[in-house]
C-alpha cells in the first residue's frame, strides 16, 4: 500500500541531465575465485538527485562515500548520470575480484545499483534466471540483485532471503527504486531538501546536506519519557528519516516526487496460518534454523560468533561450529565480553558452551577507563542516543572481532522476539493460558514459572501485567519518574498498541518484532559492527524461520514455565544441559552500577551544561533531583547530552 508522495517544492528547477551515465572504482584486488564461486560484500551506500543545479553532485557523493570508509575499507566506486550520482566503499567478505564491483551497472546499461546486503539463496535465483534467459558475467548476487529486478520488478524482493539496503536507477523508466530488507538489519536514511534528495547508510552522510543539525522534538521527548527507541520514519535528527522494513521507495525523476510502498507485511504473511504444534513443529525449527546458519556461514573470510553464554548465543555458536567443521581444519571462533561486576558475569557460562564445542574463544574485558575512554566514538558510531551502556559492551565484541581478524560475526538476535524469550512476555502468555484453559491451570503456570526462572517473582508478574495492560497506569509510571520533563510528554501511541496487542501473543510477537522491539536491537548491532568493518549475519531472522516460529503453538514457545522451549527442546543434543535448560537471563550486560557510579560526576555536569536538556527539562527540577533518578533516567539525560556535544546539535 502507498504512502502519500513527499514531494519537493514546485518551484524548484526540474531539468533533468541525458548524458549517458558512467562508473568508476577504486581499491585493492587480492583472492582469486572463491571455493563457492561467490562474490558477496557488505558495504556503505550513497545517493543523491540534484534538484536545482545548486550543488556540485560530484564532489557531494564523494564526500557522502568517504564519510563511511569504515564500513568498506576494501575499495570505492562511484556513478554519474546527469543529476544522479551513486557512491558505493565496500568491505569483501567472500572473493573480492573486480566482477563484484560497485556501482554495478547490468549488461545491457538499463540499471545501476548501489547496493548493501546478503542475499543468501542467490544461488538458487541465478538458476531460475538463467533458466529464464539471463546471462551472468559474475559470480556476484549484485549482478543476481540486477538480474531479478530486470525479470520481476519491485515483486524481486520478496524472492529474496537475506539483508539488504539498495538504490537501483532505472535508466528505462527514469526512476529510482531502493528498498530495506523485511526486518530492517541493513538501515536506510535519507533526506528531502528543496536542493536534491539524498540517502546513505549512515546520518552522517546527510546532515552537512541538512545546513543546521536540529534535534527531532518528537523524537527526544519519547525518549526522554519512555527510553524506547522505536522502528519509525523519523529519527533523532530533525530532516533525517528512515526508510522503513519491509517497504520500498519509488523516487520518479520525471517529477521528483517519492512513494513508500510495503512489500512485507508479516500480520499478512501469518493470516490464515494455522497453530504448528506437535513433534514436527519442533523437528521443522530445526530443520530451517540449520539451513539458516548454514546459508550464513558462506564465507572466504574468518567466520566467528557472539558468545555470551545464553541459550540463543549457545545454540548459534554450537551448532556452527558442528557445520563449519565439515569443511575447515580450524576452531570455530566465539567472542565474549565478560562484565567486571560478578553479578552479571556470564564467563562461565560461556566457558561451558566454548568446552562443549572446541571453540576458539576470544575474551574481552572491558573496565571503567575503556567504557570512559570509548564512550564518545560509540555515541558517534550510534549516531543517536540508546538505552545503556551494554551498547558499549557490544561494541567491544566487534573491536576484539577485528582485532583476531574475523570478519564475520553469527549472532542470535532476534530470538527472543520470535520466541516469547524475555520477561514481558509473561504476562500475555498468562492471560492466554487464563483465558483458553482457566484461572486454575494459569495459577499453576505462574508457579511453574517463578520456579524455572530466577528473575520472577509473583510479585514481579503483578507488576508487569499492571503495566502491560494498562495504558494509562504505564504512561501514569512513566510521568512519575519523569517530573523533570517539561513540557509534558504526551502518551506515545505505542503504549495503547502494546496493550491491545497482549491480549493475542501473535499480535504481540508482530508489534515487538516490527515496532516495539527488535529495531533497536538491530540498529545498535548494525553501527556497532560496521565501525570495526564487521559484518554480522542473523540467523533467527531468516524470515521463514520467523514465520514458521511466530505461527508455533504457545505451548511449544513456553511450556511449564519454561521460555523458548521449542530452542531448549531441539537444541537438546547440541547444547550442554546447564545451558538448554539455564533459568536465568542476562545477555552482554554492561556492569552498569560499577561503571556509572564511578561516571557519575561526568555525567551530572553534563546534563546540567546541555542547552538542549534544557529545552526538554525544567532546570531547576534536574539540579535538585538528578542524582534521585534511578541509573536509567541518568543515563538517558546524559547520553542526549552526549549525543548533543558529539554531533553540534542546536
Request: net charge neutral; hydrophobic share 40%; with cysteine.
Amino acid at each position: 500500500m502507498g504512502i502519500p508522495p513527499c514531494s519537493r517544492p514546485a518551484s524548484a528547477n526540474t531539468t533533468r541531465g541525458r548524458e549517458p551515465g558512467h562508473c568508476s572504482h577504486s581499491g585493492q584486488s587480492q583472492r582469486g575465485p572463491s571455493h563457492s564461486g561467490e562474490s558477496r560484500i557488505m558495504c556503505g551506500i550513497a545517493g543523491i538527485v540534484g534538484f536545482t543545479g545548486k550543488i556540485d553532485i560530484g564532489s557531494r557523493i564523494k564526500e557522502m562515500t568517504d564519510a563511511v570508509h569504515h564500513r568498506g575499507p576494501d575499495g570505492e566506486g562511484f556513478y554519474r548520470n546527469g543529476r544522479v550520482a551513486f557512491g558505493h566503499r565496500r568491505l569483501a567478505v567472500v572473493d573480492l575480484s573486480p566482477g563484484g564491483h560497485q556501482p554495478m551497472t547490468s549488461a545491457d546499461g538499463r540499471h545501476v545499483v548501489t547496493y548493501n546486503g546478503e542475499i543468501y539463496n542467490f544461488v538458487e535465483l541465478r538458476r531460475e534466471l538463467e533458466a529464464l534467459g539471463h546471462r551472468f558475467r559474475s559470480h556476484s548476487d549484485t549482478e543476481v540483485l540486477l538480474a531479478a529486478y530486470a525479470a520481476w520488478g519491485p515483486d524481486c524482493l520478496t524472492r529474496m532471503n537475506g539483508m539488504w539496503s539498495f538504490a537501483l536507477h532505472d535508466t528505462d523508466r527514469d526512476l529510482i527504486f531502493a528498498a530495506r530488507d523485511r526486518f530492517g538489519e541493513k538501515p536506510f536514511h535519507y533526506v528531502r531538501t528543496d536542493d536534491c534528495f539524498a540517502f546513505g547508510s549512515e546520518i552522517r552522510q546527510l546532515l552537512p546536506l541538512l545546513g543546521t543539525v536540529a534535534a527531532n522534538p518528537a523524537v527526544v521527548s519519547e525518549y526522554l519519557l519512555a527510553g524506547v527507541p522505536l522502528q519509525s520514519a523519523e529519527t533523532f535528527f530533525s530532516g533525517v528519516l528512515n526508510l522503513a522494513a519491509g517497504h520500498y521507495l519509488i523516487h520518479d525523476l520525471k517529477s521528483d516526487r517519492c512513494t513508500i510502498h510495503r512489500y512485507y507485511d508479516l500480520a499478512g504473511r501469518l493470516s490464515g496460518v494455522g497453530e504448528r504444534d506437535g513433534p514436527e513443529a519442533v523437528d521443522e525449527f530445526r530443520r530451517v534454523f540449520e539451513d539458516s546458519i548454514r546459508l550464513r556461514l558462506r564465507s572466504d573470510v574468518r567466520v566467528g560468533t557472539c558468545l555470551s553464554g545464553g541459550l540463543d548465543s549457545s545454540s548459534v555458536s554450537l551448532l556452527a561450529a558442528r557445520l563449519n567443521g565439515a569443511g575447515s581444519g580450524a576452531p570455530f571462533s566465539a567472542i565474549t565480553a565478560i562484565s567486571e561486576d560478578p553479578a552479571n558475569s556470564e564467563e562461565a557460562y560461556a566457558e561451558e558452551v566454548v568446552r562443549a564445542g572446541g571453540l576458539n574463544w576470544v575474551r574481552t574485558r572491558p573496565d571503567y577507563e575503556d567504557f570512559r575512554d570509548t564512550l564518545p566514538a560509540v555515541i558517534r558510531q550510534q549516531e543517536e542516543p540508546f538505552t545503556s551502556p551494554s551498547v558499549c559492551m557490544q561494541s567491544f565484541v566487534m573491536r576484539a572481532a577485528r582485532e583476531n581478524g574475523i570478519v564475520v560475526l553469527l549472532d542470535g538476535q532476534g530470538a527472543d522476539e520470535i520466541l516469547l524469550g524475555y520477561d514481558r512476555y509473561y504476562c500475555a502468555y498468562g492471560l492466554a493460558v487464563w483465558r483458553q484453559q482457566g484461572a486454575r491451570e494459569a495459577l499453576r503456570w505462574q508457579r511453574q514459572m517463578v520456579r524455572n526462572n530466577v528473575n520472577m517473582t509473583s510479585l514481579r508478574f503483578a507488576a508487569l501485567a499492571v503495566r502491560d495492560l494498562s495504558p494509562a497506569l504505564r504512561y501514569l509510571h512513566y510521568l512519575g519518574r519523569s517530573r523533570h520533563l517539561s513540557p509534558r510528554p504526551p502518551m506515545p501511541d505505542w503504549v495503547r498498541q502494546y496493550a491491545r496487542a497482549c491480549l493475542d501473543l501473535r499480535s504481540l510477537q508482530t508489534l515487538e518484532v516490527e515496532n516495539t522491539g527488535l529495531p533497536p536491537l538491530l540498529r545498535f548491532e548494525d553501527k556497532n559492527a560496521m565501525a570495526h568493518s564487521i559484518e554480522t549475519r542473523l540467523p533467527f531472522l531468516d524470515h521463514r524461520l520467523v514465520e514458521h516460529s511466530i505461527a508455533l503453538a504457545s505451548a511449544l514457545k513456553m511450556r511449564d514455565g519454561w521460555s523458548k522451549w521449542v530452542v531448549r527442546r531441539s537444541m537438546m543434543d547440541v547444547l550442554p544441559e546447564n545451558i538448554a535448560w539455564r533459568r536465568n537471563k542476562i545477555g552482554f550486560a554492561a556492569p552498569d552500577a560499577m561503571w556509572l557510579s564511578r561516571h557519575a560526576g561526568v555525567m551530572e555536569r553534563m546534563v546540567e551544561a546541555s542547552p538542549l536538556v534544557g529545552r526538554f527539562c525544567d532546570r531547576n527540577r534536574v539540579r535538585e533531583g538528578y542524582r534521585r533518578l534511578d541509573r536509567a533516567g541518568q543515563w538517558r539525560l546524559y547520553c542526549l547530552a552526549l549525543w548533543e556535544e558529539q554531533f553540534g546539535v542546536s
